[in-house]
Each structure stands twice: as C-alpha cells, then as structure tokens.
C-alpha cells in the first residue's frame, strides 16, 4: 500500500468512527429503578405539581428565576430536579443514561449533574447557554441542542478520577474528577448565571448502570 492510499484508509477510518455512534453502557449491569429513588427537588413553597409532571414516561420540569430556593434554609438558586436516591456511590464505576430535551426558551440552566466534589458541590454539571450543551460556563460540547431529543451518558470512574459525557453515543467530552466523599445522579433544571426567566428541561428513560 503506497503512502496516499495510507492516507486515505486513515481518513476513511476516522471518518467512521466519528458518525458510527457506540453503546457506552456494554459492560454495565442496569440496576432497578423505579419511582422510590426519585426525589423531586423544587422551590419549597409550592406543590410538586406545580413544578413538575409525569405524562406518557416524560418527567417534565420548569422553575422561574424569582422562585424560591428547595429548602427555606438554602441560598442555592431555584431548581426543579429529579435528585437519584437509593444509588449514592464513592467508588467504583457509575453511570447515568437520560433521553433529554430542552426548548429553546431555557438558557443558564444546569439540566443534569453529578453531585459531590471538594471543594467544589459538584463533580459535574451540563447546562445550556443559549441552544449549546457545555461542561460548566466552557467548554461546548454540543451546539443546537434545543428542541430536539437526545440521548444523555454520563459516567464517573470515581477510582480512576474520570469523567465521560457521551451524547447520541459519541464522546463529547472526558476530564478529571472533582474529588468528594459521596456523589449522586441529578437531571432537570438548576438556574445558573445569565439565567433566562423560564427554565425547563424534559427527561425520559432514565436509567442508572454500575460497571460489572
């Protein structure tokens, strides 16, 4: 094979492996999941029902940015979250898998964490800002994530101090862990800065693995 036909079957290669999407739970075992371990986080002064609903297998969420805090002693900003009880971990291999979907009127709003970090509250968090999913403030992970269903997997290697985001089955972005002792799954929607004034996410099959 000459040095330009070499090229090119690299090319071609990774050309392949950028649009074949993969399963990042092989290896995982699914564990129980049913309406016991999720615990819904709103503003304090309202009814669930009020924030949150459950209609045809979608969990949908929404919170305003004049909302009060979950708890009277929080000086948190408003959220209203689907908060995994039952699973808490501080070792091992963990992952979170979501179908979510955030319209185009939410930006500055944190839609999916996991919780634990020193000194820091968290280990990660994906919000919007204005149609783009990203780690934090930066960096993007995926541009137009507006109004259109996509297939959230997170996975935390606490051992490894690893983290990877996999969205539609295409890694989107890995980093280090943020140290902590104890660390949960949260998804919805957890007002950040420059927050619009509705925020909302959907999720549906949400789904918890721990690696074999």
């Excluded at 940015?65 to 091992?92: A, C, L, M, V, W």
């Excluded at 000194?119 to 403030?137: I, N, Q, V």
């Excluded at 541009?143 to 997997?153: E, K, M, V």
Aim: proline share 4%.
């Amino acid at each position: 094979m000459n040095f330009q036909l070499l090229v090119s079957f690299c090319l071609v290669l990774l050309y392949v492996q950028h649009i074949v999407a993969v399963d990042p739970t092989a290896g995982f075992t699914s564990l129980p999941l049913d309406e016991s371990n999720f615990d819904i986080q709103r503003p304090y002064n309202v009814r669930v029902d009020q924030r949150y609903s459950y209609v045809n297998g979608v969990h949908k969420m929404w919170v305003y940015k004049t909302d009060k805090p979950h708890s009277p002693d929080s000086h948190t900003n408003p959220r209203t979250e689907i908060r995994i009880q039952g699973y808490d971990f501080s070792s091992g291999v963990w992952q979170f898998e979501g179908y979510g979907y955030v319209p185009k009127v939410t930006s500055g709003a944190c839609i999916m964490q996991i919780f634990g970090g020193s000194p820091h509250a968290t280990t990660l968090m994906l919000r919007t800002y204005k149609g783009s999913l990203s780690y934090y403030r930066n960096p993007t992970l995926v541009h137009n994530i507006y109004n259109r269903w996509f297939r959230l997997n997170a996975i935390y290697d606490v051992d490894a101090n690893k983290v990877q985001v996999y969205i539609n089955g295409h890694l989107k972005f890995e980093t280090t862990g943020r140290g902590g002792d104890s660390h949960f799954f949260k998804c919805g929607v957890y007002a950040q800065d420059d927050d619009s004034h509705y925020l909302e996410s959907r999720w549906k099959n949400i789904k918890i693995f721990k690696k074999n």
